[in-house]
């Protein structure tokens, strides 16, 4: 984007757009950014963070059972180890499904998620549905995603309240004995490691 | 505050939709948006609890009919006039009318920013920094309280009782942080809570939980 802000505005442009667009260029033309800067960032966002950070941690904790004990022991360390830290990820915490318990996150006050794990935020994760209703029916969230838990599996909601980021760890699907661990982690969802879907 | 954002066991959303709604951003100006937010990080840091109480005082009508990223939007051109960088007579003429005082403050390329990111931000205090009041497996209650300004103790919690399954660790106190008032730092405990405690016989599953982080201030013995 042009930091010459003499020119015209696009006529189709219309409201939020507009006034973004005039914010970056006064910020532009006080040196406070760069538009390159903004390029970067929302580029590494969209494109390098994203949900295979935290499937490669999954799939190497369904195969090194070390490894999974010292993920859940000490997320932020274990997790660190490996590069995943970082802004809205300082204290990132991995829970494990079982037979027994499932987990589901939300963030109902605002949008709290893993972003060194799992990137930015589906906007559905973001939606006054999902932060409203999963509390108090995850249940039945988890059918608006076509998910129905045994009657004996008990949920648990974990609610992103203080700066503690949550990754659900999925249950390692039957009859994967024999793939690889690059495999396992093709296997691993997004939506799984939020716990609104079943690997 | 009691405010919309606050939205914990609220009805009449509607459904979740998963699909129509699996996106990112759904326009160009969100992501600059975004970019923007990040990038003044880089220049001149603020706190995200501060961010966060600027979309907390957005009228309620007015939270519930503005997109997402126009509520940041909303956040970031406040934070840049309260700290004297951006004028409102800027914003009006969509033009640069003054030169901010860069005194202090470094511009970061993206190469430079993405490393400040990668890094985060210090929340956490060693744990000897407090004395903790809760152990593990103790039954707290959680606060009353209906004061105007952030906090991270959500009303459908408020009054509550659950049991501490964890003691995170030392945090910086977001109701102070976001009033620039210091870190106060204090335990955060990951406490749970039964759904027939929080629902009643409303709860799809006796047996479900909810579990929440919450800094020491917001709880009391139960």
């Keep these: 984007m042009s930091d010459d802000h003499s020119h015209e505005h696009d006529p189709l442009e219309k409201g939020t757009a507009l006034r973004v667009r005039a914010l970056e260029e006064i910020l532009v033309a006080k040196g406070l950014v760069t538009s390159e800067a903004l390029d970067t960032v929302i580029s590494h966002y969209e494109n390098n963070v994203g949900p295979r950070n935290g499937a490669s941690v999954v799939a190497r904790a369904w195969v090194d059972a070390d490894f999974k004990a010292r993920l859940l022991a000490d997320g932020p360390d274990t997790l660190a180890s490996l590069g995943f830290k970082g802004f809205q990820g300082e204290h990132m915490r991995v829970i494990e499904n079982t037979p027994d318990v499932h987990n589901m996150v939300v963030c109902t006050l605002c949008s709290c998620y893993p972003w060194p794990l799992l990137g930015l935020p589906p906007a559905w994760f973001k939606s006054m549905a999902y932060r409203a209703r999963a509390v108090s029916e995850p249940r039945a969230v988890l059918a608006d995603f076509g998910v129905t838990l045994p009657a004996d599996t008990s949920v648990r909601v974990w609610d992103s309240t203080a700066e503690v980021r949550y990754l659900v760890m999925p249950m390692r699907p039957a009859g994967t004995d024999a793939l690889t661990e690059a495999e396992l982690a093709a296997l691993v969802t997004r939506d799984g490691m939020i716990g609104t879907a079943l690997v | ?222």
């Design chain 2, 1 to 222: 505050m009691d405010g919309i954002h606050d939205m914990g066991g609220m009805q009449g959303f509607g459904p979740v939709r998963p699909v129509e709604e699996d996106y990112k951003f759904s326009a160009d100006w969100q992501r600059r948006v975004f970019g923007l937010t990040q990038a003044l990080a880089g220049v001149t840091p603020f706190n995200v609890d501060e961010f966060r109480r600027e979309i907390e005082r957005i009228p309620p009508a007015d939270y519930l009919n503005t997109h997402y990223f126009e509520k940041w939007l909303i956040a970031l051109e406040w934070f840049l006039q309260d700290r004297g960088l951006v004028s409102a007579d800027e914003l009006a003429a969509s033009a640069k009318l003054f030169d901010a005082d860069m005194a202090g403050r470094e511009p970061v390329d993206g190469a430079a920013l993405i490393a400040i990111l990668g890094e985060g931000v210090e929340l956490e205090f060693p744990r000897e920094t407090a004395v903790p009041a809760f152990a593990e497996g103790a039954a707290v209650r959680v606060k009353p309280r209906h004061d105007a300004g952030h906090n991270r103790s959500p009303r459908y919690l408020r009054g509550r009782t659950g049991n501490i399954v964890a003691d995170v660790g030392v945090f910086q106190f977001p109701d102070t942080v976001a009033e620039n008032l210091g870190a106060n730092p204090q335990h955060l405990y990951t406490v749970s809570f039964a759904a027939a405690d929080l629902w009643g016989a409303d709860a799809e599953s006796a047996g479900d939980e909810v579990l929440a982080d919450l800094m020491e201030s917001y709880l009391e013995p139960a």
